[in-house]
């Protein structure tokens, strides 16, 4: 079997990398732990004496069956 020109110019598609300078990872590296470290406190630490709603029960209920499945103590 001969291969044609059509065949033979083919090749496969590269994948595109984005181009990350260390000024904008640094910022996506941030920016990740500070939502990380967001969801964390609203879901393990926010009620009682912590909470940044005072009183305010609204997120506790909210993410309480999430806070028993990661092992968080709640009650």
Do not use: K
């Not at 001969?2 to 598609?13: D, F, I, K, N, Y």
């Not at 926010?46 to 103590?73: N, Y």
């Amino acid at each position: 079997m001969v291969a044609t020109s059509s065949q033979a110019e083919r090749r496969p598609a590269a994948l595109a990398v984005p181009n990350l300078s260390v000024a904008s990872a640094a910022l996506w590296l941030t920016a990740t732990v500070l939502i990380a470290a967001l969801a964390y406190y609203f879901i393990g630490y926010d009620q009682g004496a912590w909470s940044v709603f005072g009183s305010d029960t609204h997120i506790h209920e909210f993410v309480h069956d999430s806070r028993h499945f990661l092992g968080f103590p709640c009650h």
